[in-house]
């Protein structure tokens, strides 16, 4: 719900969104989540509801990322959970894991660049030449170690950046000429790129917090990310598994030129920011990605649910850590 004066209302058991347009009836079954956008409005009645059917309420700035949420008490973490989480982020198998998420993404960056060549022969060179440059970064995470990841925390950082630079520049040679960015901004955007992946990555942060949260465990006790105070910063950690989901939807809306003036704007500062329109277009295509079936480690569901059995899978490891 990004539009302003939109109202999210409880009929009985079910939803009543409505609008300048009219009234809309949704059951419970068909909602697994509520964004409220700045403007919009919700009921303690509508948030009861979802409390009763386990249904998560995310409050989101105009950046897509949740500044609040609402949600179920059954999600509370058990003590064991806990416990073996902040044991876990102080051992040696922290270093296995996050070194194993770092090369994941990179892994996925490659496939994702594999796909873009279609096109000339000189392109197919670079993008194959760009490929072999994260391959060496993933090799030289794959060999680098140490006892706790503080002791690998910057260089890992460096060569993820680096590798994610490479991986950019490529991809943006995909894109068509108007729409290339010069390099990847975050907050603001300095372009309408860099603009659909910040609100794409804000939408995936707040649906890996919400995994985490119901798994029972704390997304403010981060493994790399450390040091952003009172942020999900285990989130940002976990999200590097899946930010490729968002990079593809988002590549796929600019290569088809659907994108258009109406759905962003630009502010006297020259920052990039999308309008009702432009969300509504990406977070629809986000949820419709999402949703789609795919196939990982021999295990056919929705991407969404591999997020949810990814975090019910991780709570269940950091158990074996509380008396560590």
């Known amino acids: ?47 009861m509801l979802a409390v009763e059917n386990e249904i998560e309420v995310l409050f989101v700035d105009k950046r897509g990322q949740p ?7 059954k999600y509370g973490s058990i003590s064991t959970i806990r416990k073996g989480q902040l044991n876990f982020s ?6 296995i894991w996050i070194k194993d998420v770092i090369c994941r993404k990179i892994e996925n960056q490659q496939a994702l660049m594999l ?6 022969e000189e392109f197919a060179e670079i993008v ?15 060999e680098l170690d140490g006892e ?11 060569w993820e950046g680096q590798a994610s630079k490479i991986y950019f520049a490529t991809m943006n040679l995909a894109l068509p000429e108007e729409l290339r960015f010069e390099e990847r901004t975050q907050h603001p955007a300095r372009d309408v790129a860099n603009a659909f992946l910040n609100y794409g990555y804000g939408l995936l942060y707040g649906k890996v ?19 952003d105070y009172n942020r999900p910063v285990l989130a940002f950690d976990v999200i590097e598994l899946y930010r490729v989901w968002i990079d593809y939807v988002v590549y796929t809306l600019l290569a088809q030129n659907v994108i258009t003036e109406e759905m962003y704007s630009v502010r006297d500062d020259g920052s990039y920011w999308l309008e009702p329109l432009g969300r509504r277009v990406l977070i629809q295509s986000v949820n419709d990605y999402l949703e789609e079936k795919v196939n990982i480690k021999g295990d056919s569901r929705a991407r969404i649910n591999h997020i949810n059995l990814y975090a019910q899978d991780f709570a269940q490891k950091l158990k074996r850590y509380e008396t560590w």
């Open 1 to 47: 719900m990004n539009t302003y004066g939109v109202s999210l209302n409880r009929d009985n058991e079910a939803f009543v969104i409505s609008s300048s347009e009219g009234r809309q009836r949704i059951p419970t079954d068909d909602i697994k989540s509520i964004q409220i956008g700045k403007g919009a409005r919700i009921t303690s009645d509508a948030v």
């Open 67 to 73: 500044v609040a949420r609402v949600w179920s008490p």
């Open 90 to 95: 102080a051992s040696h198998d922290a270093v």
């Open 115 to 120: 796909m873009l060549i279609q096109r000339t």
């Open 128 to 142: 194959n030449k760009n490929i072999n440059r994260l391959e060496s970064f993933r090799t030289k995470i794959k």
């Open 148 to 158: 706790a990841v503080r002791d690998v925390a910057p260089t890992l950082r460096g």
């Open 209 to 227: 917090e919400g995994a985490l949260i119901r798994a029972g465990i704390d997304p403010y006790i981060g493994i790399l990310h450390r040091d």
